[in-house]
């Protein structure tokens, strides 16, 4: 732990040397490599570090989760897959332009499955949309992320798809970004030949409880006049908004008995501001958790972009081998107050 001592000065004199500096900056510098080599959780003869890249350092999560985008928090996401159908609806279609072309459901003998396609005897049809949302049971706190489809037919291909969520009474175009091996864009035409591969659209920004459809504003088919898709799903994450919730380390081993203990946090405001020692709080534990010491956290200058860092030197705690920390959250909710930690280093 940290030393404190009497140094001789210059002019004779004696003057208090504390290597709190030192120890915080070693200890900064450890999560950053930690962060940036995606490293699991690890320890040493005098500290352990954590960024959460993977669930093996932590335990205890009581209304907590950690999410696969490496930080823990109260307010968790679930994934699902809320809907897939291989039977696509005639009547979830419109938008068809020119209105003279037909869009009707094709039995696709690749997949068996029911399939959108727009008849169009010149070979080039200009495009229509799908509405999901009413094939869907939402539940309430239900985010979209990712929309996926299938195509078929020898030849056909496709441009141009758009999502769009309807919220704030109309319909939003969505940015969205790719993620197939084709990487594909809204402008990428994608050439199918009875492929089974998933195209998929990600939503940058989902929406709570919002309708969706896919606008196909472009097809054109090769000579082939059953240009479509045959099957369509849905797929995001439930929310959950713990307003108080914790979290714990996996106890690690210390050579020899331990009586202080420190740690450094890097945290984030996801939403709101979020208080030290009020909304977040830490403590220390050096009997496995028997008897926590609760901290008062002091700010450090930011981690980095919307990552800040706080922490605490020094604290009495039972005297023990066995270290552990516990975060605390106080006061979450959804959209207004959501802290996200990011990594914990602990100093013994």
């Known amino acids: 732990m940290a030393i404190t001592k009497l140094v001789s000065s210059s002019l004779g004199a004696s003057a208090l040397f504390s290597d709190d500096k030192i120890v915080n900056d070693l200890s900064t510098l450890a999560l950053r490599q930690a962060s940036d080599q995606n490293k699991s959780a690890y320890n040493t003869n005098s500290s352990f570090v954590d960024v959460f890249q993977d669930a093996t350092g932590v335990t205890n999560l009581t209304n907590t989760s950690r999410s696969d985008s490496e930080y823990v928090s109260s307010v968790v996401q679930s994934s699902t897959t809320l809907y897939e159908t291989t039977d696509l609806d005639s009547t979830k279609i419109s938008g068809i332009s020119p209105s003279s072309f037909t869009a009707s459901l094709f039995f696709d003998g690749n997949t068996g499955a029911k399939a959108m396609h727009i008849a169009s005897p010149s070979g080039y049809s200009k495009g229509f949309s799908y509405d999901i949302s009413t094939d869907a049971d939402f539940p309430s706190n239900f985010y979209i992320k ?51 591969t998933w195209n998929t659209a990600v939503i940058t920004n989902p929406v709570e409880n919002a309708n969706v459809r ?135």
């Open 146 to 196: 990712k929309i996926s489809w299938h195509q078929f037919n020898t030849n056909a291909r496709m441009k141009n798809y758009v999502v769009e969520l309807y919220y704030d009474s109309t319909w939003n175009r969505m940015d969205i970004t790719p993620e197939d091996s084709s990487s594909q864009t809204s402008s990428t035409v994608l050439t199918a030949a009875n492929t089974q």
């Open 214 to 348: 896919v606008l196909f504003d472009g097809f054109y088919n090769n000579g082939n006049t059953n240009a479509g898709i045959s099957e369509m799903r849905l797929s995001g994450y439930t929310l959950t908004a713990n307003a108080t919730g914790s979290f714990e380390n996996n106890a690690i081993t210390a050579p020899s008995s331990v009586s202080s203990m420190g740690a450094i946090i890097t945290y984030q405001d996801n939403a709101g501001t979020n208080a030290l020692n009020t909304d977040i709080v830490l403590q220390l534990s050096a009997d496995g958790g028997s008897n926590y010491s609760t901290a008062t956290l002091t700010a450090l200058p930011d981690f980095s972009t919307g990552i800040k860092m706080a922490k605490v030197n020094d604290l009495s705690v039972t005297a023990g081998t066995s270290l552990k920390y516990k975060l605390n959250f106080a006061n979450q909710s959804s959209g207004s107050k959501e802290a996200r930690i990011r990594g914990v280093s602990l100093q013994y």
